[in-house]
C-alpha cells in the first residue's frame, strides 16, 4: 500500500447520466492496482447515508454538497484519494466546494460532457423520462438547469470517446501534477 502524506480530491461533475460515476469507479480501480487508498463518493449513495433526505432545490443541493465537501477534505487530508461524483450544477456551489476543500488539501475538478440529447438517450435510470413528464422537479437539464464549469481541470467527453480514453486522460493528468506513478 503506498500511503499519501497528504490526498487529493477529484470532483466530477456533469449532467445525469452523464457518465460521472462511471469514470470515477474506473479510476479508482486503476488508482488502487497503483497500491493507493481510494475512496469513491457518489450522488447516490451519499443521499443513501450521511446525506439522507437530501432534497433537489438549489439551496437543500448547495447544504447537501457543503456535507460532501467537508467529508472528502478530512479524508484527503489523512492521505486517502476521494474521487467524487455529483451532478453539481451551479457555479457558485462548485467554488464553495473546492474553497472547502482547498483548505486543507489540492482540489481537481473534471467536467464529464456529454450533450443533453445524449443524456436523455442513454437514461440508465429511467430519470429523464419522468422529469420530462413532470413527475420529477428541479431535475438539471430539464426544470433545473446546469450551469458547466468555466475553467475546469480536465474535460471529458463522454460522447467523443470511450471510457478507457477518458479514464486515461484523467490518470496522465493525475500522475502529472500528484506524481502519480
Known sequence: MKYLDKGFVVWFTGLPGSGKTTLAYKV???LRDKGYRVEVID???ARKTISLGAGY????????LHRIAWVARLL??????????????YRDVRKMIREII?????FVEV???CPLEECIRRDPKGLYKKALRGEIKHFTGIS???????NPDIVVDTVKYS??????????????????N
Do not use: Q
Open 28 to 30: 479508482a480501480e486503476i
Open 43 to 45: 450522488g447516490d449513495w
Open 57 to 64: 432545490t438549489r439551496e437543500e443541493r448547495r447544504i447537501h
Open 76 to 89: 484527503a487530508r489523512n492521505g486517502v484519494i476521494v474521487l467524487c461524483s455529483f451532478v453539481s450544477p
Open 102 to 106: 482547498e483548505g486543507e488539501a489540492p
Open 111 to 113: 467536467y464529464v460532457y
Open 144 to 150: 433545473d438547469p446546469y450551469e458547466p464549469p468555466e
Open 163 to 180: 471510457v478507457e480514453e477518458n479514464v486515461a486522460k484523467i490518470i496522465n493528468y493525475l500522475a502529472r501534477r500528484f506524481n502519480i
